[in-house]
């Protein structure tokens, strides 16, 4: 028995090819895209201008594939984390934080990761699969419908701003999602570049005008390091923005915390930064986790100036959230303003994460965590 192609996992191209080969007209497939991502709808009934005839062959050779979040906890700042199970025994998860009524949404692209990271709780998990290019954009979807449903409260802090890699708003007036999603981050579950088969059409959905209409402006993808998969996203996909998950300063300390460094060094990892399209004014988001006493330094805040002087830049400082099994400490609220300010005295473009989501597991992996710890007992 053949197994349905879930259209979810088509970019408007692909339904075309996909429609073509059943001798569908070109046009039937911007009607079909448009009732999938616009209008939400999860049955071929619903696709009103469509022939009873060509939704009974759909219904025959297709689905439209869904998720519902299998728990969702609201933080007292606004932050909502929402756990998706995938219906195989995985889970993954999304995060909004909603800021003076610009909702950014961070989603997963893993279920587990293998970059192995020694501060990341997702890295506990390992890599287990690959998301479907479906099961990306159905976290944006199942979390518009919740936004329509239960608004979030929207708060006017800035802390979180520093999960965009380009805030401007010269020339682009787009609202996001239909339900308010104004940027979607791909720094969730799993490290997006080690999925660009599902990765990239996933964001050719999100970003195209019958689809989830995203301008490009608004969606970024977040890597630990991977150099020839940056240099394809670049080619593939030259308009969003890219954020770099760096965290040290020298390769001694990057080999210990982050094992990808191994194979590609800072030297290869900011020559890839270099070469990456940055259209406009676009600068390169470099994420720098700082862990206390480790590399928060002013000579790391030294150092990290000298690596990224000659790339358009923006830094996001994170201070490290402590969670179980980790023995890695958060850094101090001295050392946390001393680094910033250095890098603010010498004109970098520098945003402090604020922890949000605190009373709600909201870092990536802890719910996903604390659930599975709850039915073990």
């Known amino acids: ?29 911007t009607q079909i895209f448009k009732w999938i991502f616009q209008h939400d709808v999860d049955t071929f009934e619903e696709m009103t201008n469509i022939s009873k005839e060509l939704r009974r062959e759909l219904a025959e050779t297709a689905c439209i594939s869904n998720l519902e979040p299998e728990t969702v906890e609201q933080g007292s700042d606004g932050t909502r984390k929402y756990l998706f199970s995938l219906g195989d025994g995985n889970g993954v998860e999304a995060v909004l934080i909603p800021i003076e009524g610009r909702n950014t949404l961070c989603i997963s692209s893993q279920a587990g990761c293998a970059m192995g990271c020694e501060f990341c ?25 919740d936004l329509v449903k239960n608004p979030p409260l929207l708060l006017a802090d800035p802390g ?12 682009d ?20 570049l080690h999925n660009l088969d599902n990765v990239i059409p996933a964001i050719q ?48 300390l990057r080999d ?13 990892l900011l020559k890839a930064c270099r070469d990456f399209p940055k259209p406009g004014r676009r600068k390169i ?3 720098y986790v700082m862990l206390g006493g480790l590399n928060d330094s002013l000579a790391d805040a030294k150092r990290l100036l000298k690596l990224i002087s000659d790339i358009p830049n923006k830094v996001n400082l994170i201070p490290f959230n402590e969670h179980e099994g980790c023995d890695f400490k958060s850094p101090t609220q001295a050392a946390i303003d001393a680094f910033h300010k250095y890098l603010i005295d010498r004109h970098v473009t520098v945003i402090t994460r604020d922890s949000r989501g605190g009373d709600i597991s909201a870092a990536c992996g802890q719910l996903k965590g604390k659930l599975e710890k709850l039915e073990s007992i």
């Open 121 to 145: 709780l997702t890295g506990t998990f390992k890599l287990t699969r690959n998301l479907t290019t479906a099961e990306i954009v159905n976290q944006i979807m199942a979390v518009e419908r």
């Open 205 to 252: 959905i999100m970003i195209d005008g019958n689809g989830l209409q995203f301008s490009n402006r608004r969606v970024t993808v977040s890597t630990c390091g991977l150099v020839p998969e940056m240099e394809r996203l670049g080619r593939e996909i030259p308009n969003v923005n890219l954020a770099v998950s760096l965290n040290a300063t020298t390769d001694e």
């Open 173 to 192: 007036d787009d609202q996001g999602g239909a339900a308010g999603i104004r940027n979607i981050v791909m720094m969730g579950m799993g490290e997006p």
């Open 1 to 29: 028995m053949n197994e349905k192609t879930d259209l979810k996992n088509l970019t408007l191209p692909t339904l075309e090819l996909f429609l073509k080969g059943r001798g569908k007209e070109r046009f039937r497939a």
């Open 160 to 171: 979180a701003a520093g999960l965009i890699a380009d805030d401007s708003d010269e020339g």
């Open 256 to 268: 210990r915390i982050m094992p990808v460094n191994r194979r590609y060094p800072l030297k290869e």
């Open 285 to 287: 988001t470099f994420e």
